[in-house]
């Protein structure tokens, strides 16, 4: 159980184009999920949370306009990159939780999309 | 800035040699630890997590040390084996549920 699919798992796409990234819990219902973002040889960063039904909160530093979050089920979320740029290059990974408790609550990591702007 | 970081970036051990992966955290009122497991081109996997109010957590062939004290972290492997080959990294959860990541160590398995 506990299973978090992307969609797709790598995107190719010319500059100035938007692209948008799927992140689904498919065996459960998750009422928070997370996107990050991956350089080659680096460690996650968190980027966004997003809640169900709401806005999603923006670490500092990431555009919110640039990078559009909708979480509009229990299931889904999707990460939009708009107007894409080379440096946008990334490897996208998404996580989902449960949310049973007030904290500490397990988080399941989607496969990545490895996203690629010519 | 990081709270978590990682003292060597990679880390090559002999086929069947334990392994010992380590990591510092600057927050000393971090209360939940947890290391991942990253395979080229996939997503952390769950290895194995501990709380504040312990000092060693162990699974299926993984430790977990927690030094409080020192606010040092260490992943041990035993028996290591070629399928261990992968980036190792610690992680901190913060009560609003995100997670912070460590540099990573890259383990090589040597034949």
Redesign the interface.
């Known amino acids: 159980g506990a299973v978090v699919s992307q969609h797709p798992s790598w995107v190719i796409c010319k500059s100035g184009t938007s692209v948008k990234i799927e992140c689904r819990s498919l065996d459960f219902q998750a009422t928070t999920m997370f996107w990050y973002r991956q350089f080659p040889k680096q460690s996650l960063m968190l980027m966004a949370t997003s809640n169900e039904g709401s806005k999603a909160t923006y670490e500092q530093g990431v555009e919110k306009d640039k990078f559009l979050i909708n979480h509009a089920s229990l299931t889904l979320s999707t990460l939009t990159v708009t107007s894409a740029h080379p440096e946008d290059s990334s490897f996208y990974i998404c996580s989902a939780s449960l949310g049973r408790s007030s904290s500490y609550n397990e988080q399941f990591f989607g496969p990545g999309t490895r996203l690629t702007v010519l | 800035g990081?709270s978590v970081g990682l003292h060597l970036p990679t880390l090559s051990v002999q086929e069947g040699d334990n392994s010992i992966i380590n990591c510092a955290y600057s927050n000393s009122a971090s209360?939940?630890f947890i290391w991942?497991k990253q395979e080229s081109?996939?997503?952390?996997?769950?290895i194995i997590d501990i709380r504040s109010n312990m000092d060693k957590r162990q699974g299926q062939r993984v430790t977990v040390l927690l030094n409080k004290t020192v606010k040092h972290l260490s992943l041990q492997i035993a028996a290591t084996q070629p399928g261990d080959s992968a980036v190792y990294?610690c992680a901190e959860?913060a009560?609003?549920?995100?997670?912070?990541?460590?540099?990573?160590t890259r383990l090589h398995i040597l034949p």
Do not use: C, L, S, V
């Open positions: 990081e209360d939940y991942y081109g996939k997503g952390p996997q769950f990294f959860m009560r609003d549920d995100k997670i912070i990541f460590g540099k990573g």
